[in-house]
C-alpha cells in the first residue's frame, strides 16, 4: 500500500529509489556496489572478518581476571551468540549475493533489519538487546576496515555505483549530521530523507550545495519506510512517496525529466554577465564547503567565493584537526582552483549543529549542552581556543600569497570581540613576518547574523573592510526560533519584518559608509527574495553553485530603481504574509513568491 509522509523541503528535485536506512552516525560506513565478479570474494571477506571478531571474542574470555564480575563473561557469550546468528551474517551475506552491497554497507543494512525487530519486541530485557547486536556489528565493522584490500578495490567498486539494475538509491535515516553529509557527498545516494531537521540547518544546506532532492523534519519517516523500499523524494513539496502506484511514478518521473530539461536550460546562462535591466552590474558569488568545491563554483559562472565554510574541514575528525600546514594546503587548493578570482574564506564556525566531535545534533541539543546555538560557537569558539585560531590565520594569511583571499569572521557581537580577533591577527601578521614566511593581506569581513551586530553597525564599519550579512543565523537569533529545529520550523520566517528592516538597514548603512556588504545567508540564493534584495541596494549575493544560474535570470530581468521604489511599503508591513503580499502586487505577479520559492 503507497503511504504519503510530509516533511519540510529543503532541496529542490525528484528522487525516485530504493531506501537504504542508515543509522545516525554511519553514514560514513563505506556504501559500494560491488563487481559481480567480486560477490563470492566479498561474502568471504565479511565470513572472515565474522571468524576473526570470534577470535576476538575467545581471547577476551579466556584473560578475563577472575575477580571480574560473572556477567562481563556471560555478556561476551552473549555477543558471540549474536555474531554467530545466521540472521546477522547469513541475512548481511544475502544482501551482498543479491543486491551487490559491499560487505560493511550489507552489515549495516541488516543491522538496520535487526534493530527494528528488536524495537518491536515486548520483553524489555529482549530489547535491551540490540545494544548488544550494535556493539557486535561495531566490532565487526571495524574489522572490516583493517582490511587492507577493501579500500584497494572500492575505487574500481565505485565505478560500478550503477550497477544492481538501473535503480538509484536514496538515503534514510533519523537523523544526519553536517559532518556525516561530507561521506554523503561521495557517496552513491541521489536524495535523503531525515526524521529532524529545519530548513537551514547545516544538513539541508549541503543538500541544496549538492542539489540533490531531500526532505528534512519528517518525524517518523525512518520508522515508517523499510529498507529497500520504493520511495519518491518530492524535494519541492516536502514530500515523500512509499511504495507510489505506477501512475503517480510515471508522473513523477516525467517530473523528473522536466525539471532535467529546465537545469540544461539554465546552464546556458552561464557565460552571460549579471546585469540588470538599468545597466547594474550585480556579484552572484558561490558557497563552498570543501576546497574542491571550487570546481562546481567555477562551473557555475560564479564571480568568486563569497563563503567558504572552513569548519567541514575539521568536523568529524575527533581529536585530530588539521594543522596549519594542512589547512594552508586546503586554501591554496581552493584559491588555485578559483584562478584568480576571489576567495572569501570564512574562520570556523564550530559549534550548534556543527560539534567538532561527529555528534549528532540532536545528541547535541538534547544531552550535552542546553542551548547550543547560543553557546560556544564561531568567534566565541576561536577566541576561546587561541592557539587554533592563530593556526587558522596563520594558513590563512600564507595561502593568500597564492591569490586573492578575504578573511571573514563569523558571529561576532561586541567591540570587545571585533578588538580581540584584531588582536590575535596582528599577532600572526607579526609571527609570520618574523618568521620569514610568505604572507599577503587580505580584506578583513564581519558577518553580521546576530541583531547585536545588526544594531551596532557604525562599530563594525570601522574596523572592517566589508560586512556579509548571514541571513540564517540572523533570522534564527532575532526570531528565537532555532534552525535546526523542526518543531519550530514554521516561525522561521524570513518575510518576518523584524529581519527585512535589519537586512534593509545593514545594506543602506554599509553602502552609505563605502564599504562592500553581501548576503551570503539562504536567501542569497533564493530567487523569491532576489528583486527584493536588489531593492534594498544589494549588489553581491552568495549562494549555492547549483542555485547561480537561476538567480542570475531574476538578475536580468529587473530593473533596480522600480524595485526600490517598493522596498518602503514592503518594510511597513506588519506580518510576514503582508510583505510577501505587498511585493507581489508591487510587482505585479500573481504568484506568491513563497511557493515558488526554491528553499
Ligand atoms: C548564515 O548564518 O546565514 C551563514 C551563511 O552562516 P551559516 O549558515 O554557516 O551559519
Ligand atoms: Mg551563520
Not at 553580521?448 to 573592510?465: G, S, W
Not at 554599509?510 to 534584495?533: I, Q
Not at 534594498?536 to 553553485?545: A, E, K, N, T, W
Request: overall charge negative.
Amino acid at each position: 500500500m503507497s503511504i504519503q509522509i510530509f516533511g519540510l523541503p529543503v532541496s529542490r528535485g525528484v528522487a525516485i529509489g530504493r531506501a537504504v536506512l542508515v543509522a545516525s552516525g554511519r553514514v560514513d560506513v563505506p556504501h559500494h556496489f560491488i563487481d559481480p565478479a567480486r560477490v563470492e570474494a566479498e561474502v568471504t571477506r565479511l565470513l572472515t572478518a565474522r571468524d576473526v571478531v570470534n577470535d576476538e571474542f575467545d581471547l577476551l574470555k579466556r584473560d578475563l581476571p577472575s575477580d571480574v564480575p560473572t556477567e562481563l563473561a556471560a555478556l561476551l557469550d552473549v555477543h558471540q551468540m549474536l555474531l554467530q546468528d545466521e540472521a546477522l551474517i547469513g541475512a548481511a551475506s544475502d544482501w551482498i549475493i543479491e543486491r551487490h552491497y559491499n560487505a560493511e554497507w550489507a552489515l549495516s543494512a541488516q543491522l538496520e533489519v535487526l534493530a527494528r525487530q528488536f524495537d518491536e519486541m515486548e520483553d524489555a530485557y529482549l530489547r535491551e538487546r540490540k545494544a548488544d547486536l550494535e556493539q557486535v556489528v561495531e566490532r565487526l565493522l571495524r574489522c572490516l576496515g583493517r582490511d587492507e584490500t577493501a579500500a584497494a578495490t572500492a575505487a574500481s567498486d565505485m565505478a560500478q555505483s550503477d550497477f544492481g539494475g538501473d535503480e538509484p538509491l536514496v538515503l534514510v535515516a533519523a537523523d544526519i549530521s553536517p559532518a556525516d553529509m561530507i561521506h554523503f557527498k561521495r557517496s552513491v545516494f541521489t536524495g535523503f530523507v531525515t526524521d529532524v531537521g529545519g530548513k537551514t540547518s547545516h544538513t539541508a544546506i549541503v543538500a541544496r550545495s549538492m542539489d540533490i532532492p531531500a526532505v528534512v523534519g519528517a518525524r517518523q519517516a525512518s520508522n515508517l519506510i523499510r529498507q529497500d523500499d520504493c520511495i519518491i523524494i518530492d524535494g519541492d513539496a516536502g514530500l515523500i512517496i512509499v511504495d507510489p502506484s505506477p501512475i503517480v511514478l510515471e508522473e513523477y518521473r516525467f517530473r523528473q525529466r522536466q525539471s532535467e530539461l529546465e537545469r540544461s536550460r539554465l546552464a546556458r546562462l552561464r557565460h552571460t554577465p549579471a546585469v540588470t535591466l538599468d545597466g547594474e552590474r550585480i556579484e552572484l558569488l558561490a558557497n563552498i564547503e570543501l576546497p574542491e568545491d571550487a570546481e562546481p563554483a567555477l562551473e557555475s559562472g560564479a564571480a568568486g567565493v563569497g563563503l567558504f565554510r572552513s569548519e567541514f574541514l575539521f568536523m568529524g575528525r575527533g581529536d585530530n584537526l588539521p594543522d596549519e600546514e594542512e589547512q594552508y594546503n586546503a586554501y591554496r587548493r581552493a584559491v588555485e582552483g578559483m584562478k584568480g578570482l576571489p576567495v572569501t574564506i570564512r574562520t570556523v564556525d564550530i559549534g550548534a549543529d556543527k560539534p567538532l566531535e561527529g555528534m549528532t545534533p540532536s545528541e547535541l541539543r538534547h544531552e550535552s549542552v542546553l542551548n547550543p546555538a547560543l553557546g560556544l560557537r564561531a568567534i566565541r569558539w576561536s577566541l576561546s581556543e587561541p592557539s587554533m585560531f592563530r593556526r587558522q590565520l596563520r594558513a590563512l594569511y600564507r595561502a593568500a600569497a597564492h591569490g586573492p583571499v578575504k578573511v571573514l569572521i563569523p558571529m561576532l557581537g561586541s567591540l570587545q570581540e571585533i578588538r580581540q580577533t584584531l588582536e590575535q591577527i596582528h599577532h600572526v601578521q607579526r609571527q609570520l613576518t618574523e618568521s620569514g614566511k610568505v604572507w599577503a593581506p587580505c580584506e578583513l569581513g564581519a558577518m553580521i547574523e546576530v541583531p547585536a551586530a545588526a544594531m551596532t553597525l557604525p562599530l563594525f564599519l570601522r574596523h572592517f573592510d566589508f560586512l556579509s550579512i548571514g541571513t540564517n543565523d540572523l533570522i534564527q537569533y532575532t526570531l528565537a526560533i532555532d534552525r535546526a529545529d523542526e518543531a519550530v520550523a514554521h516561525l522561521y520566517d524570513p518575510w518576518h519584518p523584524a529581519v527585512l528592516q535589519l537586512l534593509a538597514n545593514t545594506i543602506a548603512q554599509a553602502r552609505a559608509a563605502g564599504k562592500g556588504v553581501s548576503v551570503c545567508g539562504e536567501m542569497a540564493g533564493d530567487p523569491a527574495f532576489t528583486e527584493l534584495l536588489l531593492g534594498m541596494g544589494l549588489r553581491s549575493f552568495s549562494m549555492h553553485p547549483t542555485q547561480v544560474a537561476s538567480v542570475k535570470q531574476r538578475v536580468l530581468r529587473v530593473d533596480t530603481r522600480r524595485m526600490q521604489a517598493i522596498v518602503p511599503d514592503v518594510l511597513s508591513a506588519d506580518e510576514p504574509e503582508q510583505a510577501c503580499q505587498q511585493l507581489l502586487s508591487s510587482m505585479g505577479a500573481s504568484l506568491a513568491p513563497k511557493v515558488a520559492s526554491a528553499a
